[in-house]
């Protein structure tokens, strides 16, 4: 039987109401069969997300935002909270993406509260990791996974089955060169291991970096992959159809 996959689009600050609507509704239009074995979710910059529930309310395409705060209200200028994200109907939230690491200084203990903000609101966490390439080169690709990871596996089990991991290396986001599906099974095997030590055997492990339509076939075909996170690929909506149906 194939297992239920989950292919999530990042579209990173890409997008204007024009182009949403046009991407939307090709996606809508040509998930058809497709989706009998991927859950498909994308994941919009905060002002397209009243857009996103107004067209793909009633779809089989579900929504997210990239980012959230860990505080529910309050004087938090430019902030947006797990409770406005829900207002607009998001069930998703990516977490610690490692742009938002790199660029934005969010650290372990940015990314644990806002799991836990993410998780107390109903959404799914989905909690981004992955090493750098000159962390890759000095062979610690699992050490850096492992403290990424550590505080987060300390939840209760009830909330730590709730979040879905994403295995990205830094190397492979934007850049072309994706993982191959030997390395990438590798890391996932691994981070399978870290969790079932914690009892959450069930969680997804999504595998994101230079995912396309001609990669993403042998990706899956890896026992310990679950589905893909894919940025550039996931704003053509033919890539990203392929994607969710190889
Ligand atoms: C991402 O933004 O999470 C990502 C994986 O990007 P890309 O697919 O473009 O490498």
Request: aromatic fraction near 6%.
């Amino acid at each position: 039987m194939t297992k239920q996959r989950l292919v999530m689009g990042n579209w990173k600050m890409h997008g204007s109401l024009a182009s949403n609507q046009q991407l939307l509704e090709q996606l809508i239009a040509g998930l058809g069969s497709a989706h009998s074995h991927s859950d498909v979710v994308v994941c919009a910059p905060h002002p397209y997300l009243a857009q996103l529930q107004q067209i793909l309310t009633n779809t089989a395409i579900q929504w997210g935002a990239q980012n959230l705060s860990e505080h529910t209200q309050g004087a938090f200028t430019g902030e947006v909270s797990p409770l406005m994200l829900k207002d607009f109907g998001c069930q998703w939230v990516l977490v610690g993406h490692s742009e938002r690491r790199a660029l934005y200084g969010e650290t372990d203990a940015d990314v644990l509260a806002k799991t836990v903000a993410a998780l107390d609101a109903g959404l799914t966490p989905v909690v981004c990791v992955g090493e750098t390439e000159s962390e890759q080169a000095a062979g610690q690709t699992q050490a850096v996974i492992l403290q990424q990871l550590q505080s987060i596996l300390k939840l209760e089990t009830a909330l730590l089955s709730r979040i879905v991991v994403a295995y990205e290396p830094v190397w492979a986001i934007g850049t072309g060169k994706s993982a191959t599906p030997e390395q990438a099974q590798a890391v996932h095997a691994y981070i399978r291991g870290l969790l079932a030590r914690h009892h959450v055997a069930a969680v997804q492990v999504l595998y994101g970096g230079s995912v396309n339509a001609g990669n993403a076939a042998d990706l899956f075909a890896m026992p310990d992959i679950d589905g893909a996170l894919v940025g550039g690929a996931s704003l053509k909506a033919a890539d990203f159809l392929s994607i969710a149906a190889a």
